[in-house]
């Protein structure tokens, strides 16, 4: 075989060779986002010294809530493990609202709030502390206010929202010891209500309690696959 002929031979011996590679990368490399905004959650402040800290998790700071306390990601270094979220309530009266709020969502008809409820998997209330679910996503407030959100999907999430508001409303109106809604906090989420506030007065016999739920953007988690709306905190 003469030198151009060998030269031309292993020139398209190359040439198929890096067509194969990159077609294999392709195929390879994980489909596009069908959203053009991010899902990125925020992460968190990494911290070591924290009470009762798990040493084989790494932890982190998600923030703190004025009528609640701090609250922390848990992230188990042991990767078969799920992440979780931990709530350090300031006093006692939060975590047992939280509770309460919480349990009288779920005992309402599943139609009387279409937005799926976080799960609560440990109490230690000798701690003032409470183990939730780790929900992926961002706050709805966030997405909301994403200039990247197509427009369908944005009215869509908000009308969801909004309707969310109504039934609820609706639901604790016919509860006794109700109160009337208080809206609060507005913010430009084109004329959206940012939280609604609602309290329910009871006596069971032994004395009085109240249970105050808030229902804000700010405590509901959109899901980055199926768009579900999930409540985090109902206060």
């Not at 392709?26 to 991010?38: L, W, Y």
């Not at 911290?47 to 306390?69: C, F, M, P, Q, T």
Request: proline residues 7%.
């Amino acid at each position: 075989m003469s030198r151009l002929l060998r030269w031309k031979s292993l020139t398209l011996s190359a040439l198929l060779f890096t067509v194969s590679l990159e077609a294999a990368a392709a195929q390879a490399a994980p489909a596009p986002c069908s959203s053009r905004f991010s899902f990125l959650a925020f992460e968190g402040k990494r911290v070591e010294n924290i009470a009762d800290a798990d040493r084989s998790a790494d932890i982190y700071h998600l923030g703190s809530g004025i009528a609640g306390g701090d609250v922390y990601r848990v992230v188990p270094r042991d990767k078969r493990l799920p992440s979780y979220v931990r709530k350090d309530y300031f006093v006692e009266s939060g975590l047992v609202n939280d509770l309460r709020a919480l349990a009288q969502l779920r005992a309402l008809p599943p139609d009387a709030f279409p937005i799926r409820i976080v799960r609560t998997l440990k109490e230690f209330p000798e701690k003032k502390r409470l183990h939730i679910e780790d929900v992926p996503g961002r706050t709805l407030n966030d997405v909301l206010l994403d200039p990247a959100l197509p427009a369908s999907l944005r009215e869509s999430l908000k009308n969801r929202y909004l309707d969310a508001i109504a039934r609820l409303e609706q639901a604790i109106a016919k509860l006794p010891g109700a109160s009337r809604p208080n809206q609060r906090d507005f913010r430009d989420l084109k004329g959206m209500p940012r939280a609604l506030l609602f309290s329910i007065t009871r006596n069971d016999g032994r004395g009085t309690s109240r249970i105050d739920i808030m229902l804000k953007s700010d405590n509901i988690i959109v899901d980055p696959e199926t768009f579900e709306l999930t409540l985090i905190d109902p206060f």
